[in-house]
């Protein structure tokens, strides 16, 4: 089996009544970040207001590069900095209610990753479903994590100056724009520390308009499903009872075994 398809995802599970209620009502569960087990998820540093650009040039120079103006610009961007920037000020993000809104579901790029069967799987013990990305939802973003070794730096200004120029700009400016909004978002919602690069994550996130931090389903097509992958040291019961739940489900797809290499430290998948 090869360890990377195109369009493939990996959820690594254990075997108990959540991960098994999910794969029999079609459907990925998506939490709140508080509930993850890094103590820095979704950690930046937010910056509001309009930055004067003398006494913090560093943070006026990261505002201007919105526009496509490089630092040996700067002086041409002042000229309308101030009257352009204050029809955005009562707009600015508040990217700590943004982010509270967010449902984020987790799952890897890597089919055979020792750490995630380890940690995530239960030791082999648990299994692992392979989906298509492009079939999970169309309610949802799905974006890979991005490792970085101190917090994000985000000005909440930027995000509504980016949108109007996406709106309003010539082809060039929207499509910086536009990857301005994707980087702005990642910064808030997929971004770890780097010591967590090892997980090559990748994260589908919706937002909710419920006030509670509370988990929420989200429905997929019997389709989605790829194959599903089950650890070596999983119980006959365990396997039995997921596959019953699969042919319940009329869902038609192959069934692999996580095995570990009796030659080297790493996992090998082979048909079951």
Avoid at 65 to 87: I, Q, S
Avoid at 206 to 211: D, G, L, M, V, W
Avoid at 260 to 267: E, F, I, W
Wanted: net charge negative; charged share 25%.
């Amino acid at each position: 089996m090869q360890n990377k398809k195109r369009n493939s995802i990996y959820k690594f599970c254990s075997f108990n009544k959540y991960s098994l209620t999910n794969i029999s009502k079609n459907q990925i569960y998506c939490n709140h970040y508080s509930v993850f087990n890094d103590p820095f998820e979704c950690w930046a540093i937010t910056n509001t207001g309009i930055p004067d650009p003398i006494k913090n040039e560093n943070r006026f120079l990261n505002i201007i590069k919105v526009w496509g103006f490089t630092p040996d610009r700067k002086e041409e961007a002042l000229e309308y900095y101030h009257n352009y920037l204050e029809h955005f000020i009562q707009d600015q993000i508040d990217v700590d209610n943004y982010i509270n809104s967010a449902r984020i579901c987790c799952f890897s790029s890597n089919s055979q990753n020792l750490l995630m069967w380890a940690h995530y799987a239960n030791g082999l013990r648990g299994f692992c479903i392979e989906y298509d990305s492009t079939q999970l939802s169309n309610e949802a973003v799905i974006i890979p994590v991005n490792y970085f070794k101190s917090p994000s730096i985000l000005e909440a200004i930027s995000y509504p100056l980016a949108n109007d120029i996406y709106w309003h700009a010539e082809d060039e400016d929207s499509d910086n724009a536009v990857n301005y909004i994707k980087d702005f978002y990642s910064k808030m919602l997929a971004t770890k520390p780097i010591e967590w690069k090892y997980e090559k994550e990748i994260r589908l996130i919706f937002h909710t308009e419920s006030e509670n931090k509370k988990g929420e389903g989200l429905k997929y097509p019997e389709s989605a499903i790829k194959s599903i992958i089950i650890g070596e040291k999983a119980s006959k019961e365990n396997i039995q009872h997921l596959k019953s739940i699969i042919s319940e489900n009329n869902i038609t797809i192959p069934f692999f075994i996580a095995k570990r290499d009796r030659n080297n430290y790493k996992v090998i998948i082979e048909l079951l």
